[in-house]
């Protein structure tokens, strides 16, 4: 691969001017594909051949009136009064309200009786004849318009429902944060710049391709939104990333004298193998997602897959172009930092301080990180997944305000009502039955109400509502979602929005075991064929299991917890979003192997030169310390940005990536690899001899590239 690469960072600084302007036409024609054939992301949260998504299609054909998306409509009368004395003003806007465009019915809080005790609030329901993801732009806004009379005669109006689930959802206002951050490391890094916006620049041109693809895509298919912020998020990291490895090595071959086409070249050949092997690893560990067969996790991996195909890309033909039209502009000064670096004048710089604090005890400093990461992994084993409702929504939105005044008023299980459907054939009388199953469904231990029955057009079919004592996120509320099913055998089935999302946390609890199973034999067959070591993959991979456990331990301890949960934002603690542990295997993961690469191939470059193992553990993480430090920091600071203005949904995902890329880089790869390395000597290299006839070479450390450009190759550095 490493000699492919060579050939094609070759092409392509020989062909600069339409490399780039291939790269412009790629983004315009992208923008407007999804400036004209594009459409708005929408949320799915399907399951399909799951229980209650087969009991939700049988209610969307027996019961077409009532398998869309409602909403619901709180009204609150001011303090002394009684919500009765405004009846004319509630009535008169939920008849205006049932005249809207898609609405099935609406059901007022008088007939219903869901008025609370002291009479204050009132609780009407909005039906339509679609799903969330189905509802015309503008649905929402037109509904809240309708009650502007109940404003005026002083009543509060909120609105929520599963209508409302992920609408109004917070902006991302901070990841220009994130990306100030990234240019300052990159300033530090580089001492330059003009080096430091490459990687920039040529990340977000990546990213405005991707965005601009997966809008256009939208306009065909369902993608949830936070399909495209995940790609933004990963997009963003790996293309600043990617970028930096090859012009870092760029610009360490400069210091060391070599012409800038051959050492254009060569670092896409050796630093270019490296990033497309890594973002190899993300993109099948990504794209692994689709095996759980839940749609929202396929599309949310294969967008983030795609963000990655283009970084990768980007780093492999758009640099080596730009490098090309920079010239000798980024060869470093004599006598500057980088040219020291290159001459192997690191011992005195943060990085050989840090390697010779590392190695000096390696088997304590090895007993040190492992024994500190288990620690913080303790919190994991009390990790509650589910999915989010209003309830995590901002508290300043509708939606949370409607979904805390129900609560309060009529019991948190109001916020979550179970749909109940009863196959009545062969009971004889089916009203009779229907009854009598409601009566018997009322009695269940953590029922606080179940609905009158409603009977299907053929008689076959009863459904009805029942509310629990206790809301969607409690563990009680599963418990009576299985003694629901329980009372009428196997012709009893519930659904609805909280059943849906108790059946899919189930699915990704049950997968998430085999996912990583999946995951921990790929990195280590993986590394096993890049380093041909058994010391290196086994270490690897075990401190990539030690920072998972890690990082869903601080995940434990902010979003359960609710530590340091006002600093980041957390709307309300409680079950982390469920999908989260699977896409955090998944992306941590590729970059995990990532920096382990970049890192142990300079250590096995200086040991295949014959080096003591001891010295090419410290001369190797001298020469790629620095800019791994840089770029774990540049990832940590774009997911952080994320965490500030993300939604329920998002935040918890781009805090995750933030603790685990910290955690990763500098205690597992910066810190445990290369101790273990130092206190296992020649061992760290070891590999049978039959393992090593049977193994193929992949080169990733670029070997191969021992010989020069051709002549013809070596194009006059052009200065434009």
Known sequence: MAALLYRLGAWTYRRRRTVVVAWLAVLVAAGALAATAGGPYRDDFSIPGSRAQQTLDTVAERFPASSGASAQVVFV?????????????????????????????????????????????ALANVGYHRKRADLADGTLAALEDVFGPGREAGLRVEFGGSAYDGADESGHGTEAAGLLIALVVLVITFGSLVTAGLPLLTALLGVGVTVAGLTTVAGMLTLPPTAPALALMLGIAVGIDYALFIVARHRSQLASGMAVAESAARATGTAGTAVAFAGLTVVIALAGLTVVRIPFLTAMGLAASAAVVVAVLVAVTLIPAVLGFAGDRLRPKPGSRAVRHAAGDGRSGIGGRWIRLVTRRPLVTTLAVVAALGVMAVPATGLRLGLTDNGSAPAASTQRQAYDLIAAAFGPGFNGPLLVLADLA???????????????????????????????????????????????????????????????????????????????????????????????????????????????????????????????????????????????????TGPVIS???????????????????????????????????????????????????????????????????GDATLKPIAFALAVGVLLDAFLVRMTLVPAVLALTRHGAWWLPRWLDRVLPNLDVEGVQLSRPVPEHSAVPVAVV
Do not use: C, N
């Open 579 to 645: 999908f989260m542990p699977i896409i955090l295997m998944a992306v941590l993961f590729g970059l995990a192997m990532d920096y382990q690469v970049f890192l142990v191939s300079r250590m096995h470059e200086e040991y295949a030169h014959g080096g003591d193992p001891g010295r090419a553990v410290s001369r190797g993480f001298r020469a790629s310390a620095r800019v791994v430090a840089a770029a774990a920091l540049i990832m940590i600071s774009v997911f952080a940005s994320f965490v500030p203005g």
């Open 77 to 121: 009368a001011p303090a002394g009064h009684r919500v009765t004395e405004r009846r004319a003003v509630i009535e008169q806007t939920l008849g205006a309200a049932a005249k809207l465009p898609q609405v099935a019915g609406v059901v007022d809080p008088f007939t219903a009786k869901t008025v609370s005790a002291d009479g204050r609030v």
């Open 426 to 572: 062969g009971s004889g009388d089916g009203q009779a039955a229907a009854t009598g199953l409601a009566e018997r469904l009322g009695a269940v231990d953590g029922v606080l109400a179940a609905g009158r029955p409603q009977l299907s057009a053929d008689g076959r079919y009863a459904m009805l509502t029942v509310i629990p004592e206790t809301g969607p996120q409690d563990e009680r509320t599963e418990r009576v979602v299985a003694d629901l099913e329980a009372v009428g055998g196997g012709s009893v089935a519930v659904t609805g929005v909280t059943a849906i999302g108790i059946d899919i946390s189930a699915q990704l609890e049950a997968s998430l075991v085999s996912f990583a199973l999946v995951v921990v034999g790929l990195a280590l067959l993986l590394l096993l064929l890049a380093f041909r070591s058994l010391v290196v993959p086994l270490t690897a991979t075990l401190g990539f299991l030690l920072s998972v456990g890690a990082t869903l331990g601080a995940v434990v301890v902010v979003f359960q917890w609710g530590w340091l949960a006002d600093l980041v934002g957390v709307a309300r």
